[in-house]
């Protein structure tokens, strides 16, 4: 069955950096799109970021372009995403979600139990 | 980007009874060239993940009850849970995936309860 675990949250200094991991299983990684998408605590969900299958292309939402950085290593079955300058707004559950394609930006069929990242000082 | 508004944001339902969730897009989500609406429904339960419901606006996920059902096209879409059971309490998100340049965007929820 699909499995996808993230690790890495934790408490960090605004300006601080973080590195998400997720590791997935159940599914050939390699072929599929994958993204993060977060919730801040008692909100709605965000979408932040999607790579391609084999990482060729990245897209960012707005509020992360130029701080965040989404990669993939496809022989260790593994998304992640390297958070530089953060900031308060950023403290939220972040989840690793799996594309229904391999190249384009669609719906997600499965999705991680989520890694909380609080940024506080 | 494309801006998804949900009404109401909450919704009080008897058991058995029928449940109306409403997504409206700030633009079409129906490509012309496939006739197909780029637009999704998941549910999210507290504490846990989101989890999909409907794809193009009115396909059923495999494995998802049949009294869920998605409808709609262009710029205005309805989830609708037919005869509400305990188990459907949870946060509704509808969520487009038209946009060019790429990208997502969700509404904001609508929280379901039992009346």
């Known amino acids: 069955q699909v499995q996808l675990v993230e690790s890495g949250g934790g408490v960090v200094q605004p300006g601080g950096s973080l590195r998400l991991s997720c590791a997935a299983s159940g599914f050939t990684f390699s072929s599929y799109g994958m993204h993060w998408v977060r919730q801040a605590p008692g909100k709605g969900l965000e979408w932040v970021a999607f790579?391609?299958?084999?990482?060729?292309?990245?897209y960012y939402a707005d509020s992360v372009k130029g701080r965040f950085t989404i990669s993939r290593d496809n022989s260790k079955n593994t998304l992640y995403l390297q958070m530089n300058s953060l900031r308060a707004e950023d403290t939220a559950v972040y989840y690793c979600?799996?594309?229904?394609?391999?190249?384009?930006?669609?719906?997600?069929?499965?999705w991680g139990q989520g890694t909380l990242v609080t940024v506080s000082s | 980007d494309i801006v998804m508004t949900q009404s109401p944001d909450s919704l009080a339902v008897s058991l058995g009874e029928r449940a109306t969730i409403n997504c409206k897009s700030s633009q079409s989500v129906l490509y012309s060239s496939n006739n197909k609406n780029y637009l999704a429904w998941y549910q999210q339960k507290p504490g846990q993940p989101p989890k999909l419901l409907i794809y193009w606006a009115s396909t059923r996920e495999s494995g998802v009850p049949d009294r869920f059902s998605g409808s709609g096209s262009g710029t205005d879409f309805t989830l609708t849970i037919s005869s509400l059971q305990a188990e459907d309490v949870a946060v509704y998100y509808c969520q487009q995936y038209y946009s060019t340049p790429p990208s997502i965007t969700f509404g904001q929820g609508t929280r379901l309860e039992i009346k």
């Open positions: 979600a799996k594309d229904v394609t391999a190249a384009g930006l669609n719906y997600f069929d499965y």
């Open positions: 790579i391609r299958y084999d990482g060729s292309n990245k």
